[in-house]
């Protein structure tokens, strides 16, 4: 008898304690899986000062201090063709410049610019076309800007319309992604304009 009631209060107090432990696991396990926003790292941004390109080109231009310019090194680079990288953002400015021989030359080189702009039209959202004229130093083009998960969002060419053109191309050596990107394309963008506002073509 007394061992049998002896049984009996265990197996109660076994099942209490099992109650107890399954209580906590399902409180543990109580997750919410709900999407999270996407989160971002803090950039710290420089200063925006500026020093001058002025190199054996005949173009010159002030460009940001926390930038590198250096040679084009691609096996099929042509004399002044340079890249203003920004190690800081991982991104570049491709900057390649050719004579303007002739008509046909300058009609080519100008469709050419529009061409590789309208490359990006399947993950663009928009290409807007932005008319640059400077008379007073001879220096006209259009600004290409590509909104949207494009691998380029900026690009651009300048030309005296008779002697020389230069096209440029900013990308960034990272996943397009427009919402990581936005805070820093907003930041280069505007050193990108004030190139475009000092630029002067030397032989003219």
């Not at 460009?63 to 084009?72: A, H, R």
């Not at 076309?129 to 220096?139: A, N």
Request: proline share 6%.
């Amino acid at each position: 008898m007394g061992t049998m009631e002896f049984h009996r209060f265990s197996s109660v107090r076994l099942f209490a304690f099992l109650a107890v432990i399954v209580s906590a696991l399902s409180a543990c396990g109580n997750h919410d899986y709900s999407p999270k926003p996407r989160g971002f790292y803090r950039i710290v941004f420089p200063k925006h000062e500026y020093q001058e390109y002025n190199e054996g080109c005949p173009f010159t231009f002030e460009y940001p201090k926390y930038s590198v310019i250096e040679p084009d090194k691609k096996g099929d680079a042509k004399p002044c063709w340079i890249n203003m990288q920004l190690p800081q953002f991982k991104g570049t400015l491709h900057l390649s410049y050719q004579p303007v021989t002739s008509k046909k030359v300058f009609n080519e080189l100008t469709e050419d610019a529009r061409t590789f702009a309208f490359k990006h039209t399947v993950k663009a959202t928009s290409i807007d076309e932005g008319v640059i004229r400077y008379p007073d130093r001879k220096v006209y083009g259009i600004y290409y800007t590509i909104d949207g998960n494009a691998a380029s969002s900026a690009q651009f060419f300048l030309t005296d319309s008779t002697k020389n053109y230069i096209r440029g191309a900013l990308y960034f050596n990272s996943e397009p992604r427009l919402d990581s990107i936005q805070p820093v394309l907003d930041f280069v963008k505007k050193d990108v304009d004030v190139m475009i506002k000092t630029f002067r073509w030397k032989n003219r």
